[in-house]
């Protein structure tokens, strides 16, 4: 049986704790974590300055490719230095308002030169807000609007959703937010509140869990991050809602045509045909938001929480691992490092002179 816990975030300044203790549900209290997984990390470099509420990270060979909320894609030499930003040239403007704006993106995986690229964005359409996912390719020193894959997803002021990401079956998943709209994320027949799967076509996948539909789970409030183990197991985080008494945010595990409960179930309570998550953070804030992992660990960026934690998919533990520079969005880990991105101008931070930033971090195990 899968044990929930509920973890005590420390209120301390820049610092990494030790196994958490006291954990709702938990087998063993002492330490669970994955035996490889980082204890702790620190800032090593700063590979970019002065970034415009970024959202999402990825990796093009020799640069990494931010999304900027309000419409931009922003170049950054992986050796640091000066970024450049591109032109992005779209079919239906970006609607840079509350939560929602220029969001995920995803490299094409078949594409070799990698000027393919997926992307979500919010617009508003015959007075609705919506988001979109659309086909984008390099257009000399810009990216230009391919071909729209997916449109009039559900939108609003805020729970946009947002994050793209390959999956190991070279698919393509989104992630949706209820909108603000809580009753859309258990109607299968709305795209808001879910996991989407798509072909890179944009076309439905033959083997999704509901025929003729683009939804692979449902039952999702706000998820922001999506990531597979080496294992091909899936997991998402995903904000809860304020003010709760029975559990938060949530990391889930993923599985085809589940239900996870949003808003019928939150936290600790269950009922059949529903999935709890793996872990809740309780009465304790988290707002995870990008999930990457390392040796089948899964590491988490919070934004109200403004910290790293660690999730064992083995185990019941979590720990937080990094903390001192204020909101993070996005992660991304390669060869010991992590790669994150800070969110402190989006309107809910305190952003410093230089912010934001792309941050290199080096792991310690």
């Not at 090593?44 to 931010?66: I, K, Q, T």
């Not at 609003?156 to 698919?171: C, E, S, T, V, Y």
């Not at 709760?244 to 045509?257: L, M």
Request: glycine share 12%; aromatic share 8%.
């Amino acid at each position: 049986m899968k044990k929930w816990v509920v973890l005590l975030l420390l209120s301390v300044v820049v610092a990494c704790s030790q196994p958490e203790t006291g954990m709702k549900g938990a087998k063993n209290t002492t330490n669970t974590t994955e035996k490889d997984s980082f204890k702790k990390v620190k800032v090593v470099d700063v590979l970019a300055e002065g970034l415009e509420v970024p959202w999402s990270l990825v990796d093009r060979g020799d640069v990494f490719l931010v999304s900027e909320r309000a419409g931009a894609i922003v170049a950054v030499p992986k050796t640091g230095g000066d970024w450049e930003r591109q032109d992005l040239q779209l079919e239906k403007e970006v609607l840079h308002e509350g939560e929602g704006g220029f969001l995920g993106l995803a490299l094409d995986p078949d594409d070799e030169k990698h000027d393919v690229l997926y992307a979500y964005h919010t617009y508003r359409e015959e007075g609705k807000t919506y988001n979109r996912i659309i086909q984008l390719k390099q257009s000399g020193k810009g990216w230009k609007e391919e071909k729209a894959l997916l449109e009039k997803i559900p939108g609003g002021f805020i729970h946009n959703g947002g994050r793209l990401a390959i999956g190991p079956d070279r698919k393509l998943y989104a992630t949706t937010g209820d909108a603000g709209k809580e009753n859309l994320a258990q109607d299968k027949e709305s795209l808001a509140g879910k996991i989407l799967r798509l072909n890179s076509d944009g076309s439905i996948p033959k083997d999704n869990p509901f025929p003729g539909s683009y939804v692979y789970s449902y039952g999702h409030r706000n998820s922001q991050g999506i990531a597979w183990t080496s294992k091909g197991e899936m997991y998402n985080a995903e904000h809860g809602p304020s003010g709760s008494n029975t559990g938060k945010d949530e990391i889930n595990r993923i599985r085809a045509g589940q239900n996870y409960g949003w808003p019928v179930i939150q936290g600790d309570e269950t009922r059949k045909g529903m999935r709890s998550p793996l872990y809740q953070s309780g009465n304790d804030t988290w707002a995870p938001s990008g999930i990457t992992v390392a040796d089948d660990t899964l590491y988490v960026a919070g934004l109200r929480g403004q910290q790293i934690r660690s999730f064992a998919v083995k185990g019941d533990s979590s720990e937080k691992i990094f903390q001192g520079e204020g909101r993070l969005r996005d992660i991304l880990y390669q060869d010991g490092m992590f790669y994150v991105l800070t969110n402190n101008t989006d309107g809910r931070g305190e952003p410093g002179k230089k912010d934001d930033r792309l941050i290199l971090l080096e792991g310690d195990k």
